[in-house]
Structure formats: structure tokens, C-alpha cells
């Protein structure tokens, strides 16, 4: 079946300092979506790519998706605490499946 | 916006007694989606409904078991607990059209005990 494999699996940053997860699938996706989990709360949806080679931005979040459309990255220019978190790549086209996410812990 | 409601939020059962989980979508969405997450895990994906059919299944035990009805909410059964069963429920609609966007509700903590 479909897989989604999510890296690193946690990153501990300075606060200011940039972050990057990569998402990778075993099967081309139709699309992808990212979600954003704080301690103790449930997955709240950012941003859902669907073109080959699509770049989307939200503030200091930038959202890449592969050309091959396997592969997708989030990328967080110097971080602030509110960015705690954990960040995980979905994709699928009936029901999502995840990646493990990446925990991300920040050093005021 | 209205959203995703579950409850019971918390939920205590002992083992071998069962628990049902109950999930009101996002109005007018059609599909419904249940995914379990144990502590550090991701979200696994169990079932989800289409219209009040089942149109996928994933990693649901035979011990649980799941339906929309009507007025379209979805209730998750779950029987025979087992201490490995306790973990954060969620529930999540989409519209089918709409980019497949899944929204979460806040989830229902269940511990087994």
C-alpha cells in the first residue's frame, strides 16, 4: 500500500533559525497536504498542493511540491515559538495517509 | 465556522467492556474519516464514509466497528477493549470537490485500563 515516509522525525532549533521537513511517498500522489499538530491538539490543515513543481507560501512557511509529485518539503525562515509543533505530510486520494511527522522543539 | 464536533472528549473504560465515540461533521460535508493516533504516532486511518456508505476501510480491528447515519453523523464502536486501544480518536470531514481538504475534529482521549 501507499506509504509516506517523513524526515526527520524530530528537530530542535535555536529560536530564529530556519526548519525544513521532506516528505517522501512510495506512489505519485494526486496531492499533498500539511498539517500542523500542537502538544495536546488535533491536526489543523495548512495548505494542500496539487501541481507538479508547486510552490506555495504562507508568511514565513514555505510549501514545496516534487515535479515527480513523490516528494514534498516545509520550510520555516526563523522560527518563533508559536512554530512548536508537530508537522505532518499527508497525501492520498480517498483517505490521507500520513507521514510520522517531524516534532519540532524550539530554544527561545 | 462551525467544526468538527466529537465527544465524549475523555473517555475511561476498563478492558473487555466496549465504548462508543461519537462525530458530528462540518455541515454539508459528505465524507466522514476516523483515525486513531497513539501517543508519539501519527494518525492511522481507520474508516471513512461516503454519503453515509462505507467507502474505505484501513486499519480498523474486527473488534470495532463504524456507521454514519442520516443526519450524517458517525459513531465509532469499539468492543473488547484492549489496554492497546487506548489512544487520541479523531474524526474528520471533507466535501468531496472541494480539494479533498480534511478537517479534524479535536479528537476523544480513550484509556484503557
Known amino acids: 500500500g501507499q506509504q509516506v515516509m517523513q524526515i526527520p522525525q524530530y528537530q530542535h532549533v535555536q529560536e530564529g533559525e530556519d526548519f525544513t521537513t521532506y516528505c517522501n511517498s512510495s506512489?505519485?500522489?494526486?496531492?499533498i497536504q500539511w498539517y500542523k499538530q500542537r502538544p495536546g491538539g488535533h491536526p489543523v490543515f495548512l495548505i494542500q498542493?496539487?501541481?507538479?513543481?508547486e510552490v506555495k507560501k504562507q508568511k514565513r512557511l514555505t510549501f514545496q511540491f516534487g515535479e515527480a509529485k513523490k516528494n514534498s518539503s516545509l520550510h520555516i525562515t526563523a522560527t518563533q515559538t508559536t512554530d512548536v509543533g508537530t508537522y505532518f505530510c499527508a497525501g492520498g486520494a480517498q483517505k490521507l495517509v500520513f507521514g510520522q511527522g517531524t516534532r519540532l522543539t524550539i530554544n527561545p | 465556522a462551525a467544526g468538527v464536533i466529537q465527544s465524549p472528549r475523555h473517555l475511561i473504560k476498563e478492558k473487555r467492556e466496549t465504548a462508543t465515540l461519537k462525530c458530528y461533521p462540518i455541515?454539508?460535508?459528505?465524507?466522514v474519516y476516523w483515525y486513531q493516533q497513539g501517543p508519539g504516532q501519527d494518525p492511522q486511518f481507520l474508516i471513512s464514509?461516503?454519503?453515509?456508505?462505507?467507502?474505505d476501510k484501513g486499519s480498523i480491528p474486527d473488534r470495532f466497528s463504524a456507521q454514519q447515519f442520516s443526519d450524517y453523523h458517525s459513531e465509532l464502536n469499539m468492543s473488547s477493549l484492549e489496554l492497546g486501544d487506548s489512544a487520541l480518536y479523531f474524526c474528520?470531514?471533507?466535501?468531496?470537490?472541494?480539494?479533498?481538504?480534511?478537517?479534524f475534529g479535536e479528537g476523544s482521549w480513550l484509556t484503557v485500563v
Open positions: 455541515p454539508r460535508h459528505d465524507t
Open positions: 464514509f461516503y454519503e453515509k456508505m462505507q467507502s
Open positions: 474528520a470531514s471533507s466535501l468531496v470537490g472541494s480539494g479533498n481538504t480534511i478537517y
Open positions: 498542493l496539487v501541481k507538479s513543481g
Open positions: 506512489t505519485t500522489l494526486s496531492n
